[in-house]
């Protein structure tokens, strides 16, 4: 055996320990390439997740029907793009390069979570995308505030602070439009009956057809498995519906006392393939958005670099 | 942070202004600000400029706004959006004290009952009921437009509510002292991307020249009182947009010296028109897609 392989055993060993005993690894460690492009693969789509959820309700920016509405979704919009930075900057502590990652989510090399594929087509889709939306990255990302890599662990903190408040702005907006008209409360109904199945595949494919969940579990990256973290955001909604009034979508939903859980019907996952695989509604609207932002304006970061290069 | 506790409070009562963002909770904007009007003052001309003002932010953030999503780095959507923010709050400040002293136009007619003042004054006034300048109205064209716009309005808009800041009304001044920080870094962000496109690369000059070309006509109706804004200033309530000329002027020439850029001829002063609610095509079609869905559901509540 040689001296360098001796030393990677030795450095894979105390890799094993660090995680083993719950402690972070941080960027200066030695960490196995697996785990290194595991970790830049999860934060990647979570930050193009970040930057394409901007859209959805990025769209009705204009038409917010009253100031305050308006300055609520601005800030939410906002703190998205800061999260997508934060992100970003934590995948760099691993080697990657952010121009990179977008560029491969925009020649769609990389993913982003499916449900932005879907369109916000009333305003009551603002509240329900802040209430069940936010509400399923909550349940996804809490726990990766526990992440054994320590950036990415930082960024979750601060990133679910401001998912939670999201959640809060979005079901208070959906308990106000309950208290207006018929005309509004027909379109919070509306807009549940459309976002809570894609919701639902927020947390992805079921344990039995997961590829990468066993490694990252093993790795302290993932912390529940799909099925488990799905499960507690259905227990978490269903009385949240109720106090809203509202009805989910789901006729086989339904208290099994005995394990105190919710049953739920089954999930369409060959619609999640489809939107997943590019063929959502706007898929390619999200995408050619992104697209046009890098190229249409390669100017302005070409001159930015030639300016500072120049006083430098 | 405890898995436990994100849940916890979501359907409890939500009364607690800690849980919202700056300038988005319920409170009153102009709690603790003493609303009497001065004396000597009409209160419609009071209004009226307050209008004037607070509709300049109005139609300038959602300008801003669009680039949301849509600009060259994910930072400028970060700034651009905080500028836009800043506008909104200053706004809804001014638009409600336009309803304080009475100024509501048709709109209050038009809005039910529980719609606020300034959602009233926002969505439910007409075109030739707005006095927003020609400068903030027109489109944005690209990104050296839009910021080469952004650093005049900004420049001008700092200027007046510097001088505001001593409005022997109350609340403008009260709304003048907050708004002169904000629109000082709205100016010096702007500033910078004039002088990085100005003497970048040839392309970005090409582009930043265009847009100052293109700009700097809206300023010929900017420096010229209107009945309104006269009464005003000999009120020692407004400020005499004249006044604000040479310091404008002055900003203005030094960034584009910097940039490299060509300083193209000072407009001539021209009459008012967008003060007194004269507007081209442009704002109609702004306002179509701001105040549509308020407008759909005048007695729904948001």
Redesign the interface.
């Known amino acids: 055996m040689t001296a360098a392989a001796l030393d990677d055993v030795d450095l894979q060993a105390y890799f094993d320990a660090t995680i083993a005993a719950g402690h972070r690894i941080e960027p200066r460690d030695w960490m196995p390439d697996g785990y290194r492009f595991g970790l830049i693969r999860q934060i990647a789509q979570h930050a193009h997740s970040e930057?394409i959820g901007?859209?959805p309700e990025?769209d009705w920016?204009?038409?917010?029907?009253?100031?305050?509405?308006?300055?609520?979704l601005?800030?939410?919009?906002?703190d998205e793009?800061?999260h997508?930075?934060y992100l970003?900057s934590a995948a760099e502590t691993l080697g990657a390069d952010r121009a990179d990652l977008t560029d491969k989510l925009i020649e769609r090399r990389q993913k982003y979570s499916s449900i932005f594929n879907y369109p916000s087509l009333t305003?009551a889709d603002v509240g329900v995308i802040g209430w069940l939306v936010d509400?399923a990255a909550?349940c996804n990302q809490?726990?990766l505030?526990r992440s054994s890599y320590g950036p990415y662990a930082r960024a979750m903190?601060r990133v679910?602070?401001e998912e939670?408040?999201h959640?809060?702005?979005g079901?208070?907006?959906l308990?106000?439009?309950m208290?207006?008209?018929d005309?509004?409360r027909a379109m919070v109904q509306d807009a549940v009956d459309r976002w809570w199945w894609p919701s639902l595949m927020m947390f992805g494919p079921p344990d039995d057809d997961s590829p990468n969940s066993a490694q990252s579990m093993a790795w302290g990256i993932k912390r529940h498995s799909n099925d488990e973290l799905r499960q507690r955001y259905v227990d978490?909604s269903v009385?949240?519906a109720e106090?809203?009034g509202v009805t989910l979508p789901d006729p086989e939903l339904s208290l099994d006392p005995e394990t105190g859980h919710y049953r739920f019907g089954a999930i369409d996952w060959a619609e999640f393939q489809r939107v997943i695989g590019g063929h959502g509604p706007c898929n390619d609207e999200r995408i050619a958005?992104?697209r046009?932002?890098?190229d249409d304006?390669?100017?302005?970061?070409?001159?930015?670099t030639?300016?500072?290069e120049?006083y430098s | 942070?405890h898995?436990e506790t994100?849940?916890d409070?979501?359907?409890q009562a939500?009364g607690g202004e800690g849980?919202?963002?700056?300038?988005?909770g319920f409170d009153d904007p102009l709690a603790g600000v003493d609303t009497t009007v001065p004396d000597g003052v009409d209160p419609a001309d009071l209004g009226t400029y307050c209008l004037m003002l607070g509709d300049d932010a109005l139609v300038l953030a959602?300008r801003l706004?669009?680039w949301?999503?849509?600009?060259?780095?994910?930072?400028e959507?970060?700034a651009l959006?905080?500028v836009?923010?800043d506008l909104?709050?200053q706004?809804?400040l001014l638009?409600a004290r336009a309803g304080s002293v009475g100024v509501l136009g048709r709109s209050r007619t038009l809005a039910g009952g529980t719609?606020?003042d300034?959602?009233a004054l926002?969505?439910f006034r007409d075109p030739d009921e707005f006095r927003c300048a020609a400068l903030v109205v027109a489109p944005n064209g690209d990104?050296?437009q839009t910021l080469v716009r952004l650093l005049a309005a900004a420049t001008w808009r700092l200027a007046l509510f510097s001088r505001l800041r001593d409005s022997r009304d109350p609340v403008l001044a009260a709304i003048a002292a907050k708004g002169v920080n904000e629109l000082a870094y709205h100016r010096d962000h702007a500033g910078r991307w004039v002088?990085?496109?100005g003497?970048?690369?040839a392309?970005?000059h090409r582009?930043a020249q265009a847009g100052v070309d293109a700009v700097w006509p809206l300023l010929a109706d900017l420096f010229t009182a209107t009945d309104v804004e006269a009464r005003l200033t000999a009120a020692g309530v407004a400020v005499d947009p004249a006044t604000v000329r040479d310091e404008v002027r002055a900003v203005l020439d030094e960034v584009l010296t910097r940039a490299t850029l060509r300083l193209p001829d000072w407009p001539a002063d021209v009459a008012p028109s967008g003060r007194l609610g004269r507007h081209g095509p442009e704002l109609p079609a702004l306002l179509g897609?701001?105040q549509?869905?308020?407008r759909a559901?005048p007695?729904?509540?948001?």
């Open positions: 930057i901007m859209q990025g920016l204009l038409a917010a029907p009253s100031l305050r509405r308006k300055a609520i601005l800030a939410k919009v906002q793009a800061g997508g930075m970003y305003y509400g909550i809490v726990p505030c903190i679910c602070k939670s408040f959640q809060r702005q079901y208070e907006l308990m106000t439009m208290g207006g008209t005309a509004q978490m009385p949240q106090f809203l958005r992104r046009a932002a890098r304006n390669a100017w302005v970061t070409e001159a930015a030639a300016y500072a120049k | 942070m898995e994100v849940y409070a979501l359907d939500h849980h919202w963002a700056f300038g988005t959602p706004t669009r949301v999503t849509r600009a060259p780095e994910l930072e959507e970060v959006a905080n836009a923010l909104l709050g706004a809804r638009l719609i606020p300034e959602d926002a969505y990104f050296a002088l990085r496109l003497d970048g690369t392309e970005s582009r897609d701001l549509g869905l308020a559901h007695e729904a509540t948001w």
